[in-house]
């Protein structure tokens, strides 16, 4: 092996979770800090429970209700299309005039 290159290692770095959990394991740096480990995760511990450290749940929450009222709006406005219906050809354009005028 080339010497000088090689990071040192640290057969016994102290790994600490925000939960207080501590252990020890091999790694190139000293101490490490974690925000979640085996003893807090929801996979090991059977609990349902949101890990949003930066807001990504409500952030996809919040496009979610954006995109239904969008649908929602989108879809009124092709029932109000539907209900104003443009005539097909010439003709039936005249005939709507003549309805119109008449009245």
């Known amino acids: 092996m ?8 640290f057969d016994e770095a102290k790994v600490t ?4 959990n501590a ?5 190139t740096v000293a101490e ?3 925000e979640i480990c085996n003893k807090c995760h929801p996979y090991f511990t059977g609990e349902a429970k949101y890990v949003d450290t930066l807001g990504r749940v409500e952030k996809f929450q919040k496009r979610q ?4 009222k969008a649908k929602a709006q989108k879809v009124k406005k092709l029932e109000e299309k539907e209900t104003v219906r443009r005539p097909e050809s010439l003709r039936e354009m005249f005939d709507l005039a003549k309805k119109q005028a008449s009245s």
């Open 2 to 9: 080339k010497q000088g290159i090689h990071p040192q290692y």
């Open 17 to 20: 979770c925000v939960c207080g």
């Open 23 to 27: 252990f020890t394991t091999g790694a």
């Open 32 to 34: 490490i800090r974690v």
């Open 65 to 68: 209700e954006h995109a239904k």
